[in-house]
């Protein structure tokens, strides 16, 4: 009836997801854990056998039941070896369940596996996924051991432990005839509908005589006619252990829907079952019975998760006390002020509470019914569906459940506080829940003082010893035994109750044993099994803590460029060695002592780093006795030995203040080689060397500085004069501003305050690669070098040059063809004098002038174009710009040409009609930048004569065939980046059906990258990056990434880029503007990577090689600048997760990057869009006191890193600043609660109506279809 009502829910404590099999162990190869502190050993979850898992738990607590199965030998059960001999009888299920029983009792692990067990049962892996009933279980799992066991000696052991009998007898009033029936039973299932103890259910149902009159008459044989009689039942025969299983799911008819029962429901530790027996005259040890187990569900009646109390009888586990003492029972306080008659501290989070408040202040101390809602609101400012029904139900519910502490009165139109809490018999009110009897009378030594003694002792232990624990699938944890109290209701509530008759006593030698009884045969299968996890783990620390180091010794370097290089270029210097990182320093020291036997003096070793610089050294490792893991040692580290004060000869400095950078240092190039370059018209590019020509008139070298040098000492330490000037590249923010040498443009630098001359190259925020200009004060007597405030122009020779224009006739050559099989002689050339300021018109007019074309010139219109390497003439230059502005550059060709230039606004397009045209055959057309695609479409069909609306426009593919269509036919050309030059193809037909998949491309620009190929101010300005685009892509899905790259390459703008591999490009995934995710896996589809048409992809040019893996994070690292509120630049880093994710793992690793010690650092992870920084606590915080914290995942919640992500990073052993925060994100944060307060003053109240509404409307979590549970069993009569 109620479906599939236990499904489990994984957000729940305790939840374990593993394999079906569960023999799948993490970490690729890692060996199970040993047992934590309690010595008791969990059980694994398969993904929804948490049910099973408290059934087994208990199971293997109860000790007859574990003896006697452990009794049956290999001669009644057969051997697991022997199962798929055909016609061998091998009770599976048993010897399954003692294996599994000796592996939890005896086997160093933390958790056991259930997999070969549930495939006894003859479950498939969709089994383990499904979670049922534990009370069904519990009757399905006896059954299949009672038919596994026929015919052995203990076939009748379950019968023995649980079988008990009751007595149902009806008694005719007329003639006193008594009619009974005896029923059996395992387990006794309670009811818990409007009953608040375990005591008051069982009163009901063997106390409380059932009357049948009226309407319903019983017929009694011996009067034979319908008389009045009496019901009643009685337990006949008591067995040693006692079940109750709560009726906790119920069926609402009058709403048609299920619901759990939540209300408060109280059991005792012990309970005395004499008032409910059929014979009484026996001892009460008789009757007496001791709580061992409690199964406990947490959630609702469509989803939950099972885990079990269970007292530890024998004393196998180490019990220590929890870490946080009980919250304090403000149900108890209720009770305890209501004795009193006094106005109760009000709790408004404790509905008990707050209710007896409102009776006590009332001067009758009784509220009516229909008033307590109202006086309710009026007391806490709010109503009881609002704050309390979700949690305990109606109101009315909620008095029934607790008829303890009220009783209503004036025949049940109002409620009060019962001042003396009564026993049911003695009570004289109406109980709140209506029945028509008074409850069970109890004596002095009766459960129910029993249990209100229980109710009103602060802290009840059990005696030495025997302790409870709460086994959770895997964890197991000490609790107290008041604990069970908060199990009384709730949605995390107890569901089935063992008991064990205090008559059953444990012989001495079963405590602290967790062999007693066990077979010798499973001991020595636990020993073996013990032996080898004890293999593995020792062999997984060993490889697991074996790290490779570099050794660099300091004879095979030398000091230079302000870092250390090797002295022999061909040798590195270094040597490889292998160490176990749990060895100290010291040893680690003797080590190479050993292996140096020429060695003399002292020995320093010192953390070391490869920069583009050459080696710096970090921290020195002075103590001997720490491990190399605690000094942040881990594989692949660089350690330097020396004698720990210089290198040959030179002092060293140590540090990552010290870092050296790798600067770029220009300087004027003004000699006769010069002149030579410039006669022959030569542009310079740069080369790979220290040394290169950056272009006539500047000159570059590489040279290294120590981080914390002034810049005062960089000019020192160049032999510059005092007078000199040092210069940092001025990035100018101007349209069609471009590097020098480009465009007929000039580069800017920045010249450094006096101010700066004292600040150090780190806190410049100078890195590897930063230009550094240097001047002497007669370098400005140059026109090469000008200087305006602070701001140094440098204008090469070639930015006062010359453009070549040629003149080509209209029969020389078509629009786009070229002219290379036309006469030279028949060209007219002309040298037109230009600079980048000159306007192109003007270019135009005097080669018009030069070339003597006034006459043709006055009927007929000319434009400039530009050529191509092979040729073709590209699209007329915009006349209204400049040289600079129109990116041509100075010494080159341009073609004068019939036809109009386009203005700033327009575009010049190439089309065809039909097919891809072939070169020199397509048309040209002159549109508006902001033209729709229709209206583009018509002004073709219009310049070619045709009509009709069977007409679409298609781009061409890389290929130069006919591509992808526009399909948004009211988008602008602008819109969707649709350039001068390039080729339309008019098709005939309707719109196409999308089928490739259709990807936006962007560039990724490194602002330090000094190759001014790439450089752009069209940057995305949403976008923390540089990003350009750079064109569309239309591939298959099927396609892989690596052929995806290949295409990217044959787009225009990347055809001069030379990339070695596809391995030297990054591509990203864009989402919100923002990069999002880095693509992985060459070989890959599309598909696969879940790509999508419309998915703008962004391209990164790599100066290596890269193959990222499934879970290595690429991140963006930032170190805190000591003592200030900012951060040095951010670094790339490469997180390997794959193995470990944890903070303690990323923590591990940028103390390698960095030299420091793991414990030094302190990290955060920046979320630019609230402008806060999220700590990421230290890996031996102390977890939570309530509950056991599993291991925190920086790839799961709350941190969710990604690819991208920043990472913050404070050094403490130099920055007492633990704040992340920069003034900065304190701007953006305030922006934010500006941005709002408006909102909030301006809300639409009617979204928060639609809201409402859908969620009250919204299409509920769909559930998994009921399955029946059922365990297979063989044949054994």
């Given at each position: 009836?109620f479906?599939?009502?236990?499904?489990?829910?994984?957000d729940?404590?305790?939840?374990?997801?593993?394999?079906?099999?569960?023999r799948?162990v993490?970490?690729?190869?890692?060996?199970?854990p040993?047992r934590?502190?309690?010595n008791?050993?969990?059980?694994?979850n398969q993904?929804?056998?948490?049910?099973?898992?408290?059934?087994?738990?208990?199971l293997?607590?109860?000790?007859e039941?574990?003896?006697?199965?452990?009794?049956?030998?290999?001669e009644?059960?057969?051997?697991?070896?022997?199962?798929?001999k055909p016609?061998?009888?091998v009770r599976?299920?048993?010897?399954e369940?003692q294996?599994l029983?000796?592996?939890m009792?005896l086997?160093d692990?933390?958790?056991a596996?259930?997999?070969?067990?549930?495939?006894?049962?003859?479950?498939?892996?969709?089994e383990?996924?499904n979670?049922?009933?534990v009370?069904?279980?519990?009757?399905?799992?006896?059954?299949?051991?009672?038919?596994s066991?026929?015919g052995t000696?203990?076939?009748?052991?379950?019968?023995?432990l649980?079988?008990?009998?009751?007595?149902?007898s009806?008694v005719?009033?007329?003639c006193?005839?008594v009619?009974q029936?005896?029923?059996?039973?395992?387990?006794?299932?309670?009811?818990?509908?409007?009953?608040?103890?375990?005591?008051?259910?069982?009163w009901?149902?063997f106390?409380e005589e059932?009357?049948f009159?009226g309407?319903?008459?019983?017929?009694?044989?011996?009067c034979?006619?319908?008389?009045?009689?009496?019901?009643?039942a009685?337990?006949?025969?008591l067995?040693?252990f006692?079940?109750m299983?709560?009726l906790r799911?119920?069926?609402?008819?009058?709403?048609c829907?299920?619901?759990?029962?939540t209300g408060r429901?109280?059991?005792p530790f012990t309970?005395n079952?004499?008032?409910?027996?059929?014979?009484v005259?026996?001892?009460?040890?008789?009757?007496?019975?001791?709580?061992?187990?409690?199964?406990?569900?947490?959630g609702?009646?469509y989803?939950?998760?099972?885990?079990?109390?269970?007292?530890d009888?024998?004393?196998?586990?180490?019990w220590e006390p929890?870490?946080?003492?009980c919250?304090?029972?403000?149900?108890?306080?209720?009770k305890?002020?209501?004795?009193?008659?006094?106005e109760?501290?009000l709790?408004e989070?404790?509905?008990?509470?707050v209710?007896s408040?409102i009776?006590?202040?009332?001067?009758s101390?009784?509220v009516?019914m229909d008033?307590?809602?109202?006086?309710?609101?009026e007391?806490i400012?709010s109503?009881?569906?609002k704050?309390?029904?979700k949690?305990?139900?109606?109101?009315?519910?909620?008095?029934q459940?607790?008829?303890?502490?009220?009783?209503?009165?004036?025949?049940g139109?109002k409620?009060?506080?019962?001042?003396?809490?009564?026993?049911?018999?003695?009570?004289?009110?109406?109980?709140?829940?209506?029945?028509?009897?008074?409850?069970p009378s109890?004596?002095?030594g009766?459960t129910?003082?029993?249990?209100?003694?229980?109710?009103?002792?602060?802290?009840l232990?059990p005696?030495?010893?025997?302790?409870?624990?709460?086994?959770?699938?895997?964890?197991?944890?000490?609790?107290r035994?008041?604990?069970?109290k908060?199990?009384?209701?709730?949605?995390?509530?107890a569901?089935?109750?063992?008991?064990r008759?205090?008559?059953l006593?444990?012989?001495?030698?079963?405590?602290?044993?967790?062999?007693y009884k066990?077979?010798?045969?499973?001991?020595?299968?636990?020993?073996?099994?013990?032996i080898?996890?004890?293999?593995?783990?020792e062999?997984f620390e060993a490889?697991n803590?074996?790290v490779?180091l570099?050794?660099?010794?300091?004879p095979c370097?030398?000091?230079?460029?302000g870092a250390l290089q090797?002295a022999n270029?061909e040798?590195?210097?270094?040597t490889?060695l292998s160490?176990d990182?749990?060895?100290?320093?010291?040893?680690?020291r003797?080590a190479i002592?050993?292996?140096?036997?020429?060695w003399?003096?002292?020995m320093a070793?010192?953390v070391?780093?490869?920069?583009?610089?050459g080696?710096?050294?970090y921290?020195?490792l002075?103590d001997d006795t720490?491990?190399?893991y605690?000094?942040?040692?881990h594989t692949?580290s660089d350690?330097?030995?020396?004698?720990?004060r210089?290198?040959?000869g030179?002092?060293?400095?140590?540090?990552?203040e010290w870092e050296?950078v790798?600067?770029?240092?220009?300087?004027?190039?003004l000699?006769e080689d010069e002149?030579?370059?410039?006669g022959?018209?030569?542009?310079?590019?740069?080369?790979?060397?220290?040394f290169?020509?950056?272009?006539?008139g500047?000159?570059r070298?590489?040279?290294?500085?120590?981080?914390?040098?002034?810049?005062?000492?960089v000019?020192?330490?160049l032999g510059e004069?005092?007078e000199?000037?040092?210069?940092?590249?001025?990035?100018r923010?101007r349209r069609g501003e471009?590097?020098?040498?480009?465009?007929?443009?000039?580069?800017g630098?920045r010249?450094?305050p006096?101010?700066?001359?004292?600040?150090?190259?780190k806190e410049?925020?100078?890195?590897?690669?930063?230009?550094?200009?240097?001047?002497?004060?007669q370098?400005f007597?140059s026109?090469?070098f000008?200087?305006?405030?602070?701001?140094?122009?440098?204008?090469?020779p070639?930015?006062?040059r010359?453009?070549?224009?040629?003149?080509?006739s209209?029969?020389?050559g078509?629009?786009g063809?070229?002219?290379?099989?036309?006469d030279?002689?028949?060209?007219?050339?002309?040298?037109?004098?230009?600079?980048?300021?000159?306007l192109?018109?003007?270019?135009?007019?005097?080669?018009?002038e030069e070339?003597?074309?006034q006459e043709k010139a006055?009927?007929?219109?000319?434009?400039l174009?530009?050529?191509?390497?092979?040729?073709?003439?590209?699209?007329?230059?915009?006349?209204?710009?400049?040289?600079?502005e129109a990116?041509?550059?100075l010494?080159?060709?341009?073609?004068?040409?019939?036809?109009n230039?386009?203005?700033a606004s327009?575009?010049?397009?190439?089309f065809s009609v039909?097919t891809?045209?072939?070169?020199?055959?397509e048309?040209?057309?002159?549109?508006e930048?902001?033209c729709?695609?229709?209206?583009?479409?018509e002004?073709?069909?219009?310049?070619?004569?045709l009509?009709g609306?069977f007409?679409?426009l298609?781009?061409l593919?890389?290929?130069?065939?006919?591509?992808?269509?526009?399909?948004?036919?009211d988008?602008s050309?602008?819109e969707l980046?649709?350039?001068?030059g390039?080729?339309?193809?008019?098709?005939?037909?309707?719109?196409?059906p999308k089928?490739f998949?259709n990807f936006?491309?962007w560039?990724y620009?490194?602002?330090?990258?000094?190759?001014t190929?790439?450089?752009?101010?069209e940057?995305n300005?949403?976008s923390?990056?540089?990003l350009r685009?750079?064109?569309q892509?239309e591939i298959?899905?099927?396609?892989?990434?690596?052929e995806?790259?290949t295409?990217v390459l044959t787009?225009?703008d990347?055809?001069n880029?030379?990339v070695?591999?596809?391995?030297?490009?990054r591509?990203?995934?864009?989402?919100?503007?923002?990069?999002?995710?880095?693509?992985?896996?060459q070989?890959?589809?599309?598909?696969k990577l879940k790509l999508t048409s419309?998915?703008?992809?962004?391209v990164q040019?790599?100066?290596k090689?890269?193959?990222l893996?499934?879970?290595?994070?690429?991140?963006?690292v930032k170190?805190g600048?000591?003592g200030e509120?900012?951060?040095?630049?951010?670094?790339?880093l490469?997180?390997?997760a794959?193995h470990?994710s944890?903070?303690r793992?990323?923590r591990?690793?940028?103390?390698?990057?960095?030299g420091?010690?793991?414990?030094a650092?302190?990290l955060?992870k920046?979320?630019?869009?609230?402008?806060?920084w999220?700590?990421i606590?230290?890996?031996t915080?102390?977890v939570?006191?309530?509950?056991k914290?599993r291991?925190e995942?920086?790839?799961?919640?709350?941190?969710?890193?990604?690819?991208?992500?920043?990472?913050?990073v404070?050094?403490l052993?130099?920055d007492?600043?633990?704040?992340?925060v920069?003034l900065?994100?304190?701007?953006?944060?305030?922006?934010?609660r500006?941005?709002?307060e408006?909102?909030r003053k301006g809300?639409?109240?009617a979204?928060?109506?639609?809201?409402?509404?859908?969620?009250?409307t919204?299409q509920?979590k769909?559930?998994k279809p009921?399955?029946?549970?059922s365990?297979?069993?063989g044949?054994?009569?």
């Amino acid at each position: 009836m109620f479906g599939n009502l236990f499904e489990e829910d994984e957000d729940d404590e305790g939840f374990s997801s593993t394999s079906t099999k569960g023999r799948v162990v993490k970490g690729g190869g890692e060996p199970p854990p040993a047992r934590g502190r309690s010595n008791l050993c969990g059980i694994k979850n398969q993904g929804g056998t948490c049910y099973l898992n408290s059934l087994l738990q208990t199971l293997l607590f109860t000790p007859e039941f574990r003896e006697q199965l452990f009794s049956l030998g290999p001669e009644e059960l057969g051997c697991l070896e022997d199962k798929e001999k055909p016609g061998a009888k091998v009770r599976v299920i048993p010897l399954e369940l003692q294996r599994l029983f000796a592996s939890m009792l005896l086997v160093d692990q933390q958790s056991a596996s259930t997999a070969d067990l549930t495939d006894s049962f003859g479950w498939n892996s969709s089994e383990g996924t499904n979670q049922h009933d534990v009370q069904e279980l519990n009757r399905i799992l006896f059954s299949a051991l009672e038919h596994s066991l026929v015919g052995t000696t203990g076939s009748t052991f379950i019968h023995q432990l649980y079988h008990g009998i009751i007595v149902n007898s009806i008694v005719c009033k007329e003639c006193g005839n008594v009619s009974q029936r005896q029923e059996d039973f395992l387990d006794l299932t309670v009811c818990v509908c409007g009953i608040c103890s375990l005591e008051e259910a069982l009163w009901n149902m063997f106390v409380e005589e059932e009357l049948f009159e009226g309407n319903n008459l019983y017929r009694c044989a011996q009067c034979d006619r319908l008389v009045t009689a009496a019901k009643s039942a009685k337990m006949k025969k008591l067995p040693p252990f006692m079940t109750m299983s709560l009726l906790r799911f119920s069926f609402d008819f009058a709403k048609c829907e299920r619901y759990k029962e939540t209300g408060r429901y109280s059991f005792p530790f012990t309970i005395n079952l004499r008032p409910f027996c059929e014979q009484v005259d026996g001892e009460d040890s008789e009757y007496s019975y001791d709580l061992f187990s409690v199964i406990i569900h947490k959630g609702g009646c469509y989803g939950g998760h099972y885990h079990v109390y269970i007292r530890d009888i024998d004393q196998l586990g180490q019990w220590e006390p929890p870490e946080a003492d009980c919250k304090p029972k403000t149900q108890r306080k209720a009770k305890e002020e209501a004795k009193d008659v006094c106005e109760p501290k009000l709790q408004e989070d404790d509905p008990l509470s707050v209710i007896s408040a409102i009776i006590v202040q009332e001067p009758s101390k009784s509220v009516p019914m229909d008033q307590l809602g109202q006086k309710l609101m009026e007391k806490i400012g709010s109503s009881w569906s609002k704050k309390f029904r979700k949690r305990y139900g109606p109101i009315g519910k909620f008095l029934q459940s607790h008829n303890d502490v009220f009783m209503l009165v004036s025949n049940g139109t109002k409620v009060a506080l019962k001042a003396n809490l009564p026993s049911p018999v003695t009570d004289p009110a109406v109980p709140a829940k209506q029945t028509t009897n008074s409850g069970p009378s109890i004596s002095s030594g009766s459960t129910t003082e029993k249990q209100q003694d229980l109710d009103q002792e602060p802290e009840l232990e059990p005696e030495q010893g025997s302790h409870w624990f709460d086994l959770n699938d895997s964890a197991v944890t000490s609790i107290r035994q008041s604990d069970i109290k908060k199990q009384f209701q709730g949605k995390e509530s107890a569901y089935m109750l063992f008991y064990r008759k205090t008559q059953l006593q444990r012989p001495s030698e079963a405590f602290n044993n967790p062999q007693y009884k066990v077979p010798s045969r499973l001991v020595q299968m636990a020993q073996e099994e013990n032996i080898k996890l004890q293999e593995m783990r020792e062999k997984f620390e060993a490889s697991n803590n074996t790290v490779e180091l570099r050794l660099h010794l300091a004879p095979c370097y030398i000091l230079e460029n302000g870092a250390l290089q090797a002295a022999n270029k061909e040798h590195s210097g270094n040597t490889t060695l292998s160490f176990d990182r749990r060895k100290t320093v010291g040893d680690l020291r003797l080590a190479i002592y050993q292996m140096q036997e020429l060695w003399e003096g002292d020995m320093a070793l010192t953390v070391a780093k490869s920069l583009p610089a050459g080696l710096h050294l970090y921290n020195t490792l002075t103590d001997d006795t720490v491990s190399l893991y605690s000094a942040g040692i881990h594989t692949n580290s660089d350690l330097f030995v020396w004698n720990g004060r210089e290198v040959c000869g030179a002092s060293i400095l140590t540090g990552a203040e010290w870092e050296p950078v790798l600067l770029t240092v220009v300087r004027p190039f003004l000699d006769e080689d010069e002149k030579q370059e410039v006669g022959n018209g030569v542009e310079c590019e740069e080369s790979k060397g220290p040394f290169e020509n950056a272009g006539p008139g500047l000159k570059r070298e590489a040279r290294g500085f120590a981080g914390g040098a002034t810049l005062w000492e960089v000019k020192e330490a160049l032999g510059e004069p005092k007078e000199s000037l040092l210069c940092q590249k001025h990035e100018r923010g101007r349209r069609g501003e471009q590097g020098a040498g480009e465009g007929g443009g000039a580069s800017g630098w920045r010249v450094f305050p006096p101010g700066d001359m004292q600040r150090t190259l780190k806190e410049l925020s100078l890195k590897d690669g930063d230009a550094l200009l240097v001047l002497e004060p007669q370098s400005f007597d140059s026109s090469v070098f000008t200087l305006n405030g602070d701001v140094v122009t440098v204008t090469t020779p070639s930015d006062c040059r010359w453009l070549q224009v040629e003149f080509q006739s209209p029969g020389e050559g078509g629009g786009g063809g070229g002219g290379g099989d036309v006469d030279e002689e028949k060209r007219k050339k002309v040298n037109v004098p230009a600079t980048g300021n000159m306007l192109l018109c003007e270019v135009k007019q005097r080669a018009i002038e030069e070339l003597q074309l006034q006459e043709k010139a006055s009927g007929a219109q000319f434009c400039l174009r530009q050529v191509d390497c092979s040729g073709k003439l590209l699209p007329p230059v915009c006349e209204e710009l400049s040289v600079r502005e129109a990116g041509v550059r100075l010494m080159t060709t341009l073609t004068l040409c019939p036809g109009n230039a386009p203005k700033a606004s327009q575009l010049f397009l190439h089309f065809s009609v039909g097919t891809a045209p072939s070169a020199g055959m397509e048309r040209d057309i002159i549109v508006e930048e902001t033209c729709t695609v229709q209206e583009c479409l018509e002004a073709m069909l219009g310049a070619v004569g045709l009509d009709g609306s069977f007409w679409h426009l298609r781009r061409l593919n890389w290929c130069e065939d006919v591509g992808e269509p526009l399909m948004d036919m009211d988008a602008s050309l602008s819109e969707l980046k649709i350039s001068s030059g390039e080729t339309l193809v008019v098709t005939e037909g309707q719109l196409p059906p999308k089928g490739f998949l259709n990807f936006s491309l962007w560039l990724y620009l490194d602002p330090n990258n000094t190759d001014t190929h790439f450089k752009t101010n069209e940057a995305n300005n949403h976008s923390p990056h540089q990003l350009r685009s750079i064109g569309q892509v239309e591939i298959s899905d099927e396609a892989t990434l690596d052929e995806l790259k290949t295409q990217v390459l044959t787009l225009p703008d990347l055809q001069n880029v030379c990339v070695p591999t596809n391995a030297f490009m990054r591509v990203w995934q864009r989402e919100g503007g923002r990069l999002a995710r880095i693509l992985r896996g060459q070989q890959l589809s599309l598909r696969k990577l879940k790509l999508t048409s419309g998915t703008d992809l962004c391209v990164q040019l790599l100066l290596k090689e890269e193959d990222l893996g499934p879970k290595e994070l690429l991140l963006n690292v930032k170190m805190g600048v000591p003592g200030e509120r900012s951060y040095f630049p951010p670094e790339e880093l490469v997180w390997d997760a794959s193995h470990d994710s944890s903070p303690r793992s990323l923590r591990t690793r940028l103390a390698a990057h960095y030299g420091i010690s793991p414990d030094a650092l302190l990290l955060a992870k920046y979320q630019p869009d609230k402008h806060i920084w999220k700590e990421i606590s230290n890996w031996t915080q102390q977890v939570s006191k309530k509950k056991k914290k599993r291991t925190e995942s920086l790839l799961g919640a709350s941190f969710h890193l990604k690819d991208g992500d920043t990472i913050g990073v404070k050094n403490l052993l130099i920055d007492n600043n633990k704040d992340f925060v920069t003034l900065e994100d304190e701007q953006g944060q305030q922006r934010l609660r500006e941005q709002a307060e408006q909102r909030r003053k301006g809300g639409n109240t009617a979204g928060s109506d639609d809201a409402g509404l859908q969620k009250k409307t919204g299409q509920t979590k769909s559930r998994k279809p009921e399955v029946a549970l059922s365990i297979n069993v063989g044949e054994f009569r």
